[in-house]
């Protein structure tokens, strides 16, 4: 009787492979993007900085577009599930687990260079125009998920009496997001100023201090 167990093996080594390929070519796109410009990069470029073929591109993604909006998941997705598993979770102060949130967020910044790389050409090189403008609805639309989940961790708090219930979620949740997104931005442009590792705990601290 013939064994089916090499034909798995190999089934899942090119499973595998496939997937290094896709992340090659998402790695490469985050170099070609910060040096060329979204617009002005090529699929041709790209396949070149992966060391792979245009074929092997169009395999996993339609177009330019279809690459920027799966680098912008792999921001956005991770970050959404850690918020949701947090808030599927019992804790006596909501507004704690969510400052552990944003510090363990924050120091992994530091930990992946891959994840800088990523978050400056969102945050620091690339604009929506041109063949980017069809991505706008699904940012505006990631964005109020992200709005809405960080909400529902200012409302949970209010309704354990750890939160005044006379601020408003919606204007905490805007202020949190400012505040984040300084933090990163001043990191992102000046990595050598300071370790998040030895500030980010301080800084969150103060903004969530004031509302104990």
Known sequence: MLSIRPKKSKMRRTKEEAEQ??????????????????????????????????????????????IFMALYDELHKPFIQELVDGLEKSYDDPLRQLEKVCCD???????????????????????????????????RL??????????????????????????DPKTLTMALNCFFRGIVVEYLENPDEFSLKEMAPKLFGVFFGKWR
């Open 142 to 167: 990631a964005k109020e998920e992200k709005q809405a989940t960080l909400e529902k961790f200012f409302a949970k708090a209010q309704a354990q009496g750890t939160l005044s219930a006379d601020l």
């Open 105 to 139: 967020l924050t120091v992994r910044l530091e930990e992946d260079p891959h994840l800088q790389r990523v978050l400056s050409l969102f945050l620091l090189k690339c604009d929506y125009s041109g063949s980017l403008q069809v991505c706008q609805e699904k940012t």
């Open 21 to 66: 390929t896709r992340a090659a070519i998402l790695d490469a796109a985050v170099d070609v993007f910060s040096s060329q410009g979204v617009a002005r990069a090529t699929l041709e470029q790209i396949a070149k900085s992966a060391n792979v073929t245009r074929g092997a591109v169009y395999w996993h993604f339609k177009n330019k577009t279809d």
